[in-house]
């Protein structure tokens, strides 16, 4: 999507942790109109994966709840 002439001037890629405040409000989470969440397809451990993709999720939907 990146290197897409469609999107490359809407779509802005952040490194950083969905479960850090500061890092949600750098990403403005709460004006996005999407948010991807990218995990570890080669995980040794994907439950653990599958777990923190959980928690990100909901830190992702309590911090739009709670600042829209």
């Known amino acids: 999507l990146m290197q897409s002439h469609e999107f490359c001037d809407s779509l802005t890629?952040?490194?950083?942790?969905a479960l850090i405040d500061?890092?949600?409000?750098?990403?403005?989470?709460?004006?996005?109109?999407?948010?991807f969440i990218m995990t570890n397809k080669f995980s040794?451990?994907?439950d653990e994966e599958?777990?923190?993709?959980i928690l990100i999720n909901l830190s992702l939907f309590f911090t739009i709840l709670t600042t829209t």
């Open 50 to 53: 599958d777990a923190k993709s």
């Open 22 to 35: 500061h890092d949600l409000r750098r990403a403005r989470a709460e004006i996005a109109s999407s948010i």
């Open 13 to 17: 890629y952040l490194e950083g942790s």
């Open 44 to 46: 040794s451990n994907p």
